[in-house]
């Protein structure tokens, strides 16, 4: 039940902040951090949320679930949108691709150097 308080307050905490700096950062992803945060400095301790965000993990298909209802539902704006969909896919995956290679270079001089 600890475990459970805890993942809860680390994401209220993050959506907290995120309304405070206008969502410019997702609470979720805030909350995460504080998380990480607290399990990386020993304030929490791994055992006492692990049972929690195990079962969390195994049921996250089903959190999918009503986003892939309102991709059907939206079918129809999809389809008259594709080609931009896929033009933004295409870009942003090689995008990600090069600064993520440029990165890996660029990290991997500093380390020989």
């Not at 896919?89 to 440029?102: P, Q, R």
Request: hydrophobic share 60%; with cysteine.
């Amino acid at each position: 039940m600890k475990g459970l308080f805890v993942i809860l307050a680390c994401w209220l905490v993050g959506n907290f902040l995120s309304m405070l700096i206008d969502g410019y950062l997702s609470g979720n992803i805030i909350g995460m951090l504080l998380l990480f945060t607290l399990l990386c400095c020993g304030v929490v301790k791994k055992e006492s949320v692990e049972e929690v965000a195990k079962f969390l993990l195994g049921t996250m298909a089903l959190f999918f679930v009503p986003f892939g209802v309102g991709l059907i539902d939206s079918y129809s704006v999809i389809l008259d949108n594709i080609t931009a969909i896929v033009v933004a896919t295409v870009v942003s995956t090689f995008g990600v691709i090069v600064a993520v290679g440029w990165v890996f270079q660029l990290l991997n001089r500093r380390g020989n150097g």
